[in-house]
């Protein structure tokens, strides 16, 4: 890869080929070379002037043009571009490009390209619905192609339904995710469990913590970077968008997170305990809303079930099991004996203590922990600490 990351952008006759506008314009916020190759119906949505300012490259439109220098003019940008992306993309270029026609620039340039290639459709509901549509979108993922798949709602001929462009967010992450060179996580399975549970007194109120699901989110994000097919438990209390392509599972309680672990933990290479899961539950929650008196209430509490524990008890040879420890005193001591007694691969221990580390934040100050070593990191961001973690994973698996 080059120093910054050549993007090809190719951009076809849709109406939301505007939105394509604001995608260059971020790229270029991320430093990376942006080339644009428009259809000549995309040039009737927007100008080429437009997308040149933007991307501060010429856009490349016609197959013979004389101005440009003398080169191969589709097979140079072919070559050059660590990752193509057409946005939007019709049913019409969809078609061309799983069945190799190539009559102008883009299709010819895409034909050519050996990158990861990104296909964002965007099209009315009816045409996106048609059979021929459908089995060209998956003749897209038969052919290695990242599909981002379009949204549902108000369309701009009128129609309510899906065809909508997707995000712009989850268009930029799937290309972010493309020029990951070290996809070491390809192939892998990875659960990841996230948030708080909430354990119900009544049908009012209920016992829970601080949890945000800021870690176990940027864990799956990263997984998911790395190349992994991720499942994400997710207490229903967590605020946070999912990562793009990631299986999220909503849960409330604690008994409903250990059913679905339980279930899902054995076809797993990797599970990571981040979630906060409450330790007590109400032993007899009432189905009424309990009223207030000026009498002392006692609550009487049952444990839950211990699912990092279970884990341990029923991992199978070649599974990496890691959970987290947050302590407020003796972290290494109650880390290490965490470790052993839940028979875990690794702890990812940090403290209330710590500045920037714990509940709510967007860093986090961990301790890696496994029988054989014990890696105090820096503060970094939660993302960074995902990364981080996965990457200590692949060492002790190496």
């Not at 190799?100 to 619905?129: Q, S, V």
């Not at 992450?173 to 354990?199: P, W």
Request: proline residues 3%; hydrophobic residues 45%.
């Amino acid at each position: 890869m080059q120093n910054k990351p050549c993007i090809v952008v190719g951009i076809s006759g849709g109406i939301a080929a505007y939105k394509a506008a604001q995608l260059v314009s971020d790229l270029r916020k991320k430093d990376y070379e942006i080339h644009v190759i428009m259809t000549a119906h995309a040039a009737q949505f927007i100008t080429p002037l437009t997308l040149e300012t933007l991307s501060q490259n010429r856009v490349s439109l016609d197959m013979f043009d004389r101005n440009f220098e003398y080169q191969v003019q589709h097979v140079s940008l072919a070559k050059k571009a660590d990752c193509f992306i057409i946005v939007p993309a019709t049913a019409n270029v969809i078609a061309k490009i799983v069945h190799g026609l190539a009559d102008d620039m883009l299709t010819t340039t895409f034909l050519a390209a050996r990158c990861p290639k990104i296909i964002c459709p965007a099209m009315n509901t009816g045409m996106l619905e048609n059979p021929v549509t459908r089995q060209n979108l998956q003749l897209c993922q038969q052919l290695g192609y990242t599909l981002v798949e379009s949204e549902a709602g108000f369309l701009a001929c009128g129609d309510i339904g899906k065809g909508r462009l997707a995000e712009l967010a989850q268009i930029e992450e799937m290309i972010d995710r493309s020029l990951y060179q070290d996809r070491f996580l390809l192939n892998k399975k990875v659960l990841i469990t996230a948030g708080a549970t909430q354990e119900a007194l009544d049908p009012v109120r209920y016992l829970t913590n601080h949890s945000t699901g800021k870690m176990g989110f940027a864990l799956a994000n990263q997984a998911a970077r790395l190349g992994a097919e991720v499942t994400l438990i997710a207490g229903k209390s967590v605020q946070l968008k999912p990562p793009y392509g990631v299986r999220l599972i909503r849960v409330t309680s604690a008994q409903e997170m250990f059913e679905q672990v339980t279930q899902l933990a054995e076809n797993q290479d990797i599970v990571i305990k981040a979630a906060a899961v409450a330790d007590y539950t109400p032993l007899n929650p009432v189905d009424h809303k309990m009223k207030k008196s000026d009498k002392e209430l006692v609550l009487q509490l049952k444990r839950t079930p211990d699912i990092l524990a279970w884990l341990g008890a029923h991992k199978r040879p070649g599974q990496f099991l890691c959970g987290f420890a947050m302590e407020t005193e003796q972290l290494i001591e109650n880390a290490k004996e965490k470790l052993h007694r839940k028979n875990a691969d690794m702890i990812v221990a940090n403290s209330l203590c710590e500045a920037g580390a714990g509940f709510g934040t967007d860093t986090n100050k961990v301790t890696l922990i496994t029988a054989s070593e014990i890696q105090e990191m820096a503060l970094l961001s939660k993302e960074e600490v995902a990364l981080e973690i996965f990457k200590a994973i692949q060492n002790s698996q190496e």
